[in-house]
């Protein structure tokens, strides 16, 4: 079993930025992938950003450039968001995988105002 929370969420003005924590129950090297999902009303989640335990990234085309997933040498994995849209408002949900399981934190609102 995983526990993640996270945390960070707020409600900021366009244009601004957050920076979500994702904390882990044990190592996040011991994800094979760590990735942040959101979920606006009405719409489905959708991935945000993911890395391998190998550093790899990904990202959604609608957050290149503004949005940047990282790690520390413990147990938190973070997203920073810069430059934020009233569209990026959503919860947004940390999720891993190990052992071919996946997990999923309780999520964390962030609103966007314009």
């Known amino acids: 079993q995983v526990q993640l929370v996270e945390s960070g969420g707020d409600l900021v003005q366009a244009g601004g930025s957050l920076r979500l924590s994702c904390t882990a129950s044990?190592?996040?090297?011991?994800?094979?992938?760590i990735a942040w999902h959101r979920q606006a009303p009405g719409k489905q989640r959708e991935l945000v950003a993911s890395m391998t335990a190998g550093g790899a990234t990904q990202y959604a085309d609608s957050v290149k450039g503004r949005f940047t997933i990282s790690r520390d040498i413990r147990s938190t994995a973070y997203l920073q968001m810069d430059s934020l849209k009233p569209e990026d408002t959503a919860v947004y949900y940390c999720?891993?995988?190990?052992?071919?399981?996946?997990?999923w934190g309780q999520g964390t609102q962030v609103t966007v105002s314009s």
């Open positions: 999720n891993c995988f190990i052992g071919g399981v996946g997990y």
């Open positions: 044990r190592s996040i090297f011991s994800f094979k992938v």
